[in-house]
């Protein structure tokens, strides 16, 4: 079976050097020209373009990063469908809006090919494990078909519903990650301005009823320790505005997401954006001071 994989950035690099590692023919193109003979000198093949890929593989994998994106490697000049693409598969990985997988869907399907998505929790240790848990949207014959790529990078497989559902479900997982967060920056913040110490708090919070597994795994870099980036603090921004969006499309209020993302907003225009998620709480706290000072 021939693999092709478009988007080569942290994610995407990790799961092309996986798959190959697991013994699958790959084949991959990044925007970026200079990630591209990166990943070439390491034994990569890269095409010329998405078109390329789709009329080399039999199934095409894409990891990009917003939904513009995703809609250009499909529907652009080069991309995707600006070839005969009929009984490929393509399995979109990132982090969408739902009505962007409902959009594609039947483009894709006019082109008589198939497409589901299939976000995923984890990151790059995950990956290299082959441990990610993917949250598929689309139909479920070709879900069965994808499993034999899917489950060499999963430890679960959990199909969400028809194209879109994947994408719902992760703005959902992503939101409350980003809620988790700024809840506890504001924490560490208030437990600071009344003289706690950082060690002492943190010490506490793993104890607490809601201390979860994303705290436990990020003490040190909560105390200023160096970390292997994971999601950085505006690729979250980014999916808070999407889920923002997609709430004031469906209707639902969401008054703690849209507080939430003016924080991460924040910190991006005070040059925290390529910063991990981790640390986001030092800039609430950094701005505290410098507010309240």
């Not at 084949?27 to 003979?37: C, F, I, K, M, P």
């Not at 005969?84 to 979109?92: A, N, R, S, T």
């Not at 949207?137 to 194209?163: F, Q, W, Y």
């Not at 924490?187 to 002492?200: C, H, I, P, Y």
């Amino acid at each position: 079976m021939n693999l092709g994989i478009v988007g080569l950035g942290r994610m995407g690099s990790a799961v092309s050097l996986r798959l190959r590692q697991q013994g699958f023919e790959l084949l991959g193109w990044d925007h970026n020209a200079d990630v591209n003979r990166a990943l070439a000198a390491g034994g990569l093949r890269i095409a010329a373009n998405p078109r390329e890929i789709a009329a080399q593989a039999d199934i095409v994998i894409s990891i990009i990063t917003e939904d513009h994106g995703v809609r250009r490697i499909f529907t652009g000049p080069d991309g995707f469908l600006s070839g005969d693409v009929k009984g490929k598969l393509f399995i979109e990985m990132s982090t969408l809006q739902p009505m962007t997988g409902r959009e594609l869907a039947p483009l894709v399907d006019a082109k008589g090919a198939r497409l589901i998505e299939s976000p995923v929790l984890g990151t790059i240790p995950q990956v290299r494990d082959g441990k990610l848990f993917a949250m598929v949207g689309g139909r479920i014959e070709d879900l069965d078909r994808a499993r034999s790529v899917l489950e060499k990078l999963t430890r679960r497989i959990v199909h969400m519903g028809p194209n879109g559902a994947g994408y719902a479900m992760k703005l959902a997982v992503n939101l409350g990650l980003g809620a988790y967060i700024q809840a506890l920056s504001e924490s560490l913040a208030l437990g600071q301005k009344q003289g706690l110490t950082l060690d002492q708090m943190l010490d506490v919070l793993q104890e607490a009823p809601y201390a979860c597994g994303w705290l436990k795994s990020k003490i040190d870099v909560l105390k200023g320790a160096p970390a292997e980036m994971t999601l950085d603090i505006r690729t979250l921004r980014k999916d808070l505005m999407s889920a923002v969006a997609t709430g004031a499309l469906s209707g639902v209020p969401m008054p703690l997401s849209a507080a939430t993302l003016a924080s991460l907003s924040a910190a991006v225009a005070g040059d925290y954006g390529s910063g991990d998620l981790a640390e986001l709480p030092k800039f609430v706290r950094e701005a505290t001071l410098q507010n309240f000072a």
